[in-house]
């Protein structure tokens, strides 16, 4: 595991998931699992037909075949040499570095080369609290929702802003160990994988692209069903929300609270 400065290794915490968002992972218009467990389980099988005799140019123009979805912003590279660490597809990371090639280092072969990639951590490790990350951390084991939720920071904040707030109390860490109460929570960061009101096209979180340009995505609310924003719009955002009517804003906000609420009843349920 590289080395970090902070208390929590959010790219690769653990041998049963890892996060590569910051490569590039999921700036595809088609970001499906799918189709990304395709696209890195075709990149890790090339790389490693190579053996010990790595050809750059060779690997890129057969690499490149396998990429079939356009990308979402053309100003992000999606580095061609992400794939799968382990022979068990659960961590995600770079296939040239050193600790996949017997310590020699090849990532000078990527856009980015070795020093930025080493130094580079994603805003998630300064805005997340210490007790976020490890609740993140905690709960997920699964490369694919790890690596959507461990980088949507207002996802993550306001779910817990909201159960402590109905709580009235700070929450114990310690207790977000409880496996009840872990369930919980990976049933509400799993929405961000299965919700029923994700816009389909051109959207990854709070952003949608449109010719090659990005901005963060709102809801009119009053524009269309004059009301006000819904107590939970930054949640409703993060989840590239995309309502056709008011009937499908409310069924939302009962699901979400829904989900709070069950965490909080397990909270609860386990400190008892």
Same mark, same amino acid.
């Given at each position: 595991?590289?080395?970090?400065?902070?208390? $929590?290794?959010? /790219?690769?915490?653990?041998?049963?998931?890892?996060?590569?968002? /910051? /490569?590039?992972? &999921?700036?595809?218009?088609?970001?499906?699992?799918?189709? +990304?467990?395709?696209?890195?389980?075709? %990149?890790?099988? +090339? *790389?490693?037909?190579?053996?010990?005799?790595?050809?750059?140019? !060779?690997?890129?123009?057969?690499?490149?075949?396998?990429?079939?979805?356009?990308?979402?912003?053309?100003?992000?590279?999606?580095?061609?040499?992400?794939?799968?660490?382990?022979?068990?597809?659960?961590?995600?990371? /770079?296939?040239?570095?050193?600790?996949?090639?017997?310590?020699?280092? +090849?990532? &000078?072969?990527? *856009?980015?080369?070795?020093?930025?990639?080493?130094?580079?951590?994603?805003?998630?490790?300064?805005?997340?609290? $210490?007790?976020?990350?490890?609740?993140?951390?905690?709960?997920?084991?699964?490369?694919?929702? *790890?690596?959507?939720? $461990?980088?949507? #920071?207002?996802?993550?904040?306001?779910?817990?802003?909201?159960?402590?707030?109905?709580?009235?109390?700070?929450?114990?860490?310690?207790?977000?160990?409880?496996?009840?109460?872990?369930?919980?929570?990976?049933?509400?960061?799993?929405?961000?994988?299965?919700?029923?009101?994700?816009? %389909?096209?051109?959207?990854?979180?709070?952003?949608?692209?449109?010719?090659?340009?990005?901005?963060?995505?709102? #809801?009119?609310?009053?524009?269309?069903?004059?009301?006000?924003?819904?107590?939970?719009?930054? #949640?409703? $955002?993060?989840?590239?929300?995309?309502?056709?009517?008011? !009937?499908?804003?409310?069924?939302? !906000?009962?699901?979400?609270?829904?989900?709070?609420?069950?965490?909080?009843?397990?909270?609860?349920?386990?400190?008892?």
């Amino acid at each position: 595991m590289p080395d970090s400065p902070y208390p $929590v290794h959010l /790219c690769q915490p653990d041998a049963r998931k890892s996060c590569g968002a /910051c /490569c590039g992972l &999921y700036n595809y218009q088609d970001h499906s699992r799918s189709y +990304l467990q395709d696209l890195l389980g075709k %990149r890790t099988e +090339l *790389y490693a037909s190579f053996g010990n005799q790595f050809q750059r140019e !060779e690997y890129q123009m057969k690499e490149a075949s396998f990429e079939t979805s356009p990308k979402l912003l053309e100003a992000i590279c999606n580095c061609e040499f992400l794939g799968f660490l382990d022979p068990g597809k659960k961590r995600v990371g /770079c296939l040239l570095h050193p600790s996949q090639n017997q310590g020699e280092e +090849l990532r &000078y072969h990527s *856009y980015y080369g070795p020093a930025l990639c080493a130094d580079h951590f994603c805003p998630s490790y300064s805005h997340l609290t $210490v007790a976020e990350q490890k609740a993140v951390v905690g709960v997920l084991d699964d490369w694919y929702l *790890y690596g959507l939720v $461990v980088t949507d #920071i207002d996802l993550v904040k306001e779910f817990f802003r909201h159960a402590q707030e109905r709580m009235g109390d700070c929450l114990d860490p310690k207790r977000l160990n409880d496996e009840s109460v872990q369930k919980t929570v990976r049933a509400f960061f799993a929405l961000k994988e299965h919700w029923e009101f994700a816009a %389909r096209t051109n959207r990854l979180g709070k952003y949608y692209f449109s010719f090659s340009e990005y901005q963060i995505a709102r #809801i009119d609310y009053e524009k269309k069903w004059k009301i006000k924003p819904s107590r939970f719009d930054k #949640i409703l $955002v993060s989840l590239s929300s995309e309502f056709s009517s008011l !009937e499908e804003v409310k069924k939302a !906000e009962f699901d979400i609270d829904g989900k709070i609420q069950n965490f909080i009843d397990a909270y609860r349920k386990g400190g008892a």
